[in-house]
Structure formats: structure tokens, C-alpha cells
């Protein structure tokens, strides 16, 4: 069955960087974009980026790019998220997800597996 464990979540201070983990199995994971989302208390999930399957498109949302890096390692099955110059405001629960075929999605609704989430904390 497919399965997408993240992992790397903590605290950091302001500034800081931060690097999350997705490792997926169960299924053939170079056939497929991988996203991540992120959650803060009382509010929306929201898209923050998205890989391609090839690994040669990116999307991110507007207040994360040029801070936050996705990328792809095929052979270990995994995705990344490399967070530099975080903000308190990027506080949430992260989630990986995988897109329903390998284009790049930015809504929920071209996802169709979910992680369980690693919590995020921006804090001084």
C-alpha cells in the first residue's frame, strides 16, 4: 500500500533552515510529482510546493519562494524540503503528498496520498 512518512520537523529560530523528509513506498515513485503542504493552527491547509516527476519543474507559493527548495531523490524514494531564513509565520504541520500523475499541482484535489505530517515551529 502506498505509504509517505515525513520526518526532519522541530524548532528553529528565526533565520534558521530547516530540512524535511518524505520517504514514500508502495508504489513506483519516479512516475509521479510529489507536493508538500503545510497547516497552522486554525487555518487552511495550503499548497507551499510541488516537483515534477522528472525533478525539472518546481512550484512554490509566493511566500516561500526563493527561501524553500524541493528535490527529489528516485533512488532513495524520497522527497525533500530544504527551509532556509525562516519566519514564525511558517509554523504549521507539514505534510508530503503525491500528485495523481506526474504533472506539478498546487491544489489539494491533485493529490491523492497524504503523509501524517511533521510539526515545523519558527520560534525565538
Known amino acids: 500500500q502506498v505509504q509517505l512518512v515525513e520526518s526532519g520537523g522541530g524548532l528553529v529560530q528565526p533565520g534558521g533552515s530547516l530540512r524535511v523528509s518524505c520517504a514514500a513506498s508502495?508504489?513506483?515513485?519516479?512516475?509521479?510529482?510529489m507536493g508538500w503542504f503545510r497547516q497552522a493552527p486554525g487555518k487552511e491547509r495550503e499548497f507551499v510546493g510541488a516537483?515534477?516527476?522528472?525533478?525539472?519543474?518546481?512550484d512554490y507559493v509566493d511566500s516561500v519562494e526563493g527561501r524553500f527548495t524541493i528535490s527529489r531523490d528516485d533512488a532513495k524514494n524520497t522527497v525533500y524540503l530544504q527551509m532556509n531564513s525562516l519566519k514564525p509565520e511558517d509554523t504549521g504541520v507539514y505534510y508530503c503528498?503525491?500528485?495523481?500523475?506526474?504533472?506539478?499541482?498546487?491544489?489539494?484535489?491533485?493529490?491523492?496520498?497524504w503523509g501524517q505530517g511533521t510539526q515545523v515551529t519558527v520560534s525565538s
Open positions: 508502495g508504489f513506483v515513485f519516479r512516475n509521479y510529482a
Open positions: 503528498a503525491r500528485a495523481r500523475n506526474g504533472r506539478v499541482r498546487t491544489t489539494m484535489e491533485g493529490y491523492d496520498y
Open positions: 516537483i515534477s516527476w522528472t525533478g525539472t519543474i518546481t
